[in-house]
């Protein structure tokens, strides 16, 4: 199984961007997807998680009513539309992969992408 993500970069508060990972080498669509981020020093965090068919999403209170989450299956693809990015959002953002249930604690995904790095300038 494979992850990669794309979209990541250097942005002002206030400004959106748009991550996306595809996924190959796994049934897409029996997966829950992921996305998670971390600054250095500090453990890895949820951010928005969404289920097999994109019918349920889920996110972490710091983001809620900023980001969204959504799937492409057809093309084996989660994205994660950040607007109003703030300097606390700064982190390296990884996609993860889970069969089944999603969830929201970083040790249920066995399956990681290598990260794209955010940066916000206040």
């Known amino acids: 199984e494979q992850l990669i993500e794309s979209g990541g970069g250097l942005v002002q508060a206030g400004d959106s961007l748009r991550l996306s990972c595809t996924a190959s080498?796994?049934?897409?669509?029996?997966?829950?997807m992921g996305w998670f981020r971390q600054t250095p020093g500090k453990e890895r965090e949820f951010v928005a998680v969404?289920?097999?068919?994109?019918?349920?999403?889920y996110y972490a209170d710091s983001v809620k009513g900023r980001f969204i989450i959504s799937r492409d299956n057809a093309n084996h693809t989660v994205h994660l539309q950040m607007n109003r990015l703030k300097s606390e959002d700064t982190a390296v953002y990884y996609c993860?992969?889970?069969?089944?249930?999603?969830?929201?604690?970083?040790?249920?995904?066995?399956?990681w992408g290598q990260g794209t790095q955010v940066t916000v300038l206040s």
């Open positions: 993860a992969a889970r069969p089944g249930v999603w969830e929201v604690e970083p040790s249920s995904y066995e399956d």
């Open positions: 080498g796994l049934r897409f669509r029996a997966y829950a």
């Open positions: 969404i289920n097999w068919n994109g019918g349920v999403t």
